[in-house]
C-alpha cells in the first residue's frame, strides 16, 4: 500500500517549517505556500514590532532536535529568534520546498484531495491538487477590532498594535497625546510602554474583546526568577509544579506577591510593588490566561494610570468609562489581539472554536485531510515544540503508522470541557491549553514520551524527570525520531537545581513527595476540581 501523500502547507513560519521538516522525513511530498519573500511569519522582518523580546527562553522556542545548547537560558530577540530559524531551515534543508510570494486565496474540496488556486507574484492563478492539507498560517492575521458603542464617532487617529512597529513612527501619531490603550498582552507590555514614554499621558483601559477578558485585574509573570542568579522564569515549568493543584499553585504565587508588597525595603511606587499589587488583587493564576511580560509597570511607575473595568462608550473624543469616569482623548492604541482566519476555506468546513478539532489540530469532519498545526496557544511555554510535535503525529497518521480514533469529535469535545474548567477564569481564551500536560498527551500518541526513571536504580534521572524543566530535547530520547545525544543533552541542560549535592537532592525529593502523596491520599475524598492534584504522570 502506498502511503506517500502528497501535501499542501500554507505558512512559512515557526509551525510551517517544522510542520515540512517532519513530513519530508516521513516520506511525504510537500509543498509549502508562502505569501511574503521570507520565511519566520511574525518574527520576519514585515512582521511584528521592532523591539520584541521572546517571552518564552531559547530553550523553550527551540525545537526539539535543534537546540541552542552553547547558549545560557535568555530571551531571544525577534531577530535573534529569525536568525535561529534561519539556521534550522538550512541545517534540514527546508527552503526547496517552498514557494514564496504565493498566496492560498481558495480552497475547495474534492471527493479525494483540495484543489488549491494560488496567486503568485505576476497576478497570475494556477491550480494545484492536493491529497492533504496542513495551515500553518497561525492565529495573527486578522485583527481583532473590539465594537465599541461610538468609536465611529472619534475624530482622532485609532491605531491597532499589528500596524505599530517602532517609537520612531509612533511618535507621529502619539507624541504629546493623551492616549487611550485598549486591552493586555505580551505585545501590549512592550508596545504601550513605548507609547507611554511619548506620550503627554497614557490611559490603559483592561476590557473584554471578542476574543480576551480583561474587564479584571490581570496576572503577570516576571521574566526573570531568582535572588542571586537569575533564571528565565519558564524554567519553573516542571513536572512537579504542572501536578500540583490549581489552589495549591495559586497560594503559592499569591503568598510570594504578598510577601513582596509587604517588603518595606522597597519603594512603594517601585515597578515591582505595582506589579505585586496587581498580581494579588487578580484572579487565580492556574485558571487564568497569563502574560508573561511585566513591563507594563515601568510606565505606571512613571504615571501612566490603569483603569479597571473596561468602556461604556465613546462621544467624539470623550470617552466614557464603566467606572464611571471620564476623558477626552487624542488617539487611540487597540492591543486587542486577533481574530481567527481562514479566508481561503469554504464557510461549511470554517472552524470558530481551535478546540472543536481532535487534540486542537485535526478538523473534525475533514480528519487527517486537514491539519490545523501552531494555532494551539500554551499557558506557559513555547508554541515550537507543541507545533512540532503536532506535525510529528500528522506525518505518522498520513503515513498510516498512527491511527486517528472513530470517535474523534466526541473527543475534541471532551477536552475542551476539560481545557474550560482547567482555566477556569479565562474558559474561553483561543485554544489555551496546559502546554506540559499537552505535550505529554500528544507525546503519548507519537511514542516518544519520555517513561518516568527509577528513583531507585537511576536516581539522577528521575530528579531531572521531576524537578528540571520539561525542555524540549526529553522529546528525542526515546520512540520514532529519537536522537542518540538527546538523553545526555536532557540530563546536562541547565537547571535552578543543577548545582545541588546529592544529599540535598535526596532530601528534597522524599519532602515533596511525602507531602504529594499525603495530599494525593485526602483527594480522593475531595470533589472540587480546584483542590484536586493534575499528576503530569497520568496516562492518556
Known sequence: MNTRKRVAIIGAGLSGLTTIKELVEEGHEVICFEKNDDTGGVFSDTGCYDSVELTASNYFMAFSDFMPYDERVRFWTRKEYKDYLDKYAVHFDIKKYIQFNCLVKDIKKLDKGFDLTIEK????????????????????????????????????????????????????????????????????????????????????????????SLRRYHVFIKKYVGKNIKFASDVVQTRWWHSLSA?????????????????????????????????????????????KNERIFEAVAKGMEIDI????EISESTVLFK????EQIDSILL????????????????????????????????????????????????????????????????????????????????????????????????????????????ADLIGCRLPMPSPVFSFNEFYVYWFHHIWPC???????????????????????HQHKTIVKKVSFTTYKFLIFCLIWITSKFIKDEKRKLRPIFSKS
Open 474 to 496: 526529553q522529546f528525542r530520547i526515546v520512540g520514532p525520531g529519537k536522537r542518540e545525544s538527546a538523553k545526555s543533552k536532557w540530563i546536562l541542560a541547565p537547571s535552578i
Open 247 to 291: 489552589q495549591m499553585k495559586a497560594f503559592s504565587v499569591r503568598r510570594t506577591w504578598s510577601n513582596t508588597l509587604k517588603n518595606p525595603n522597597i519603594p512603594k511606587d517601585a515597578p515591582i510593588k505595582l506589579l505585586s499589587e496587581h498580581i494579588v488583587k487578580a484572579k487565580d493564576e492556574p485558571g487564568s490566561i497569563v502574560t
Open 121 to 212: 507574484e505576476d497576478k497570475s492563478f494556477h491550480i494545484k491538487h492536493f491529497d492533504n492539507l496542513a495551515i500553518c498560517s497561525g492565529q495573527f492575521q486578522k485583527a481583532n477590532i473590539p465594537n465599541i458603542k461610538g468609536i465611529d464617532t472619534f475624530p482622532g487617529k485609532v491605531l491597532h498594535s499589528s500596524k505599530y512597529k517602532n517609537p520612531q513612527l509612533g511618535a507621529e501619531m502619539f507624541r504629546d497625546k493623551k492616549v487611550l490603550c485598549l486591552g493586555m498582552g505580551e505585545s501590549a507590555a512592550d508596545v504601550v510602554t513605548e507609547i507611554s514614554e511619548i506620550a503627554k499621558s497614557t490611559v490603559l483601559s483592561l476590557r473584554r474583546s471578542t476574543v480576551l
Open 323 to 326: 467606572s464611571g469616569r471620564k
Open 309 to 312: 473595568g473596561g468602556i461604556e
Open 335 to 442: 492591543c486587542t489581539g486577533f481574530k481567527f482566519d481562514l479566508p481561503f476555506l469554504d464557510s461549511k468546513y470554517q472552524i470558530e472554536n481551535i478546540r472543536d478539532c481532535y487534540l486542537q489540530m485535526f478538523h473534525p469532519h475533514l480528519k487527517d485531510e486537514l491539519a490545523l498545526i501552531g494555532f494551539i496557544r500554551p499557558h506557559q511555554g513555547g508554541i515550537p515544540l507543541m507545533a512540532e510535535l503536532q506535525a510529528r503525529y500528522y506525518a505518522l497518521v498520513l503515513s498510516g503508522k498512527r491511527i486517528l480514533p472513530d470517535d474523534l469529535e466526541e473527543l475534541a469535545q471532551k477536552d475542551k470541557k476539560k481545557w474550560e474548567n482547567e482555566y477556569y477564569e479565562t474558559p474561553h481564551v483561543f485554544g489555551l491549553v496546559n502546554g506540559a500536560r499537552y505535550n505529554e498527551k500528544i
